[in-house]
């Protein structure tokens, strides 16, 4: 860790020290490693016009410490991941107390702010379970997307599969045949009642479901051989975890997939479908997959119009790879 900080000139440090040296600038940091935030979430959160708030985020990314990106009518905040930086970021942020009184009622409303936005996407679809397997067909070709998930797992025998948000288990149905073990996650319990129907019709006594949260899987470390992850990420608020928490579990060797949606603007999507993310570039979800010690392996697009899916399979390589990694 040292060494990365070393890598950076006096004044790059120096800059960065100084934007991070205010009570408020520091919360915001606090913050924003918890998940990228709109301005209008730190204004809540911190109780500050949005003037205030704007003016110090400007001087945490002109100082190095964090990024800003826009996409449709929100711009997203959030800390630095990767380089030289990160590093600083980190250090500066793992010394804070997550108790301290000028710190812990901002983390209590950033959890408010989480949850309110978590009970919106399962109102969502608590509302929509019967209905989605006609909605996730609604903007793309589902059977390409299939099409394209079969042949990037071209195995005769997949082992056991772990499918992460799986909805109505049609990632399941879809790889069943050639899983030992399959198992799908959700928190939505009207999700799960379809899914449990559809895998009983279909006979699929090899697979089940339960309730859990992608970010604290009921798991143990390296339990599966391929993971899934289709259509979910651009629900979640910090999706760089789901992939960390599903790396965790798949074993050495294994394969992670994801699917979603490529950057669009179809805003819509936000009001009528609880969507928080316009889609993913691969610079981003490969970022993610290195953060988490995988290896890309491909990566796909299927166009379509207005939207156009991204298809990232990635290798989770063995610890001592990643160790080595990490030290040079
Ligand atoms: C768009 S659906 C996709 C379902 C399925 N993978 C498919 O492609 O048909 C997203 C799913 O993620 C689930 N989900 C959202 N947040 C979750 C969380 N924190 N933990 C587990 N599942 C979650 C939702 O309940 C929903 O079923």
């Not at 279909?202 to 309730?211: N, T, Y």
Request: proline share 4%.
């Amino acid at each position: 860790m040292v060494d990365r900080i070393a890598v950076m000139s006096a004044d790059v440090v120096v800059r960065a020290l100084r934007a991070a040296a205010e009570p408020t600038r520091l919360r915001i940091l606090a913050l924003c490693a918890r998940g990228e935030l709109t301005v209008s979430e730190l204004v809540h959160v911190l109780g500050q016009s949005q003037p205030r708030v704007s003016r110090h985020l400007r001087l945490l990314v002109d100082g190095g410490l964090m990024e800003r990106f826009r996409e449709g009518s929100w711009v997203f905040h959030r800390v630095v991941h990767e380089g030289p930086m990160a590093g600083l970021v980190r250090t500066l942020l793992d010394g804070l107390d997550p108790a301290d009184a000028g710190l812990a009622p901002d983390l209590a409303r950033l959890g408010e702010v989480k949850e309110e936005r978590a009970r919106a996407a399962e109102a969502y679809f608590r509302r929509n379970a019967a209905e989605w397997d006609r909605l996730r067909g609604l903007h793309v070709d589902d059977g390409e997307v299939e099409r394209r998930i079969v042949d990037l797992l071209p195995d005769a025998r997949l082992g056991t599969l772990l499918d992460v948000g799986t909805g109505t288990a049609r990632i399941l149905e879809l790889l069943a045949p050639r899983l030992d073990r399959g198992e799908g996650i959700d928190l939505s319990r009207e999700m799960l009642a379809v899914a449990r129907a559809n895998l009983e019709r279909a006979g699929l006594s090899q697979c089940a479901v339960r309730r859990a949260d992608m970010y604290d899987l009921p798991f143990q470390a390296g339990a599966f051989d391929v993971v899934t992850i289709h259509q979910v990420l651009h629900f979640a608020d910090e999706p760089g975890r789901v992939i960390a928490e599903s790396a965790r579990v798949l074993r050495a060797g294994g394969r992670m997939l994801v699917v979603d949606f490529a950057p669009h603007d179809l805003e819509s999507l936000r009001d009528e479908h609880a969507h928080r993310r316009l889609g993913f570039a691969d610079a981003e979800v490969e970022a993610w997959f290195r953060a988490a010690g995988l290896k890309t392996a491909a990566r796909q697009h299927l166009s379509g119009d207005p939207l156009t899916v991204g298809i990232w399979l990635a290798g989770k390589r063995p610890a001592a790879e990643r160790t080595l990694e990490e030290v040079n």
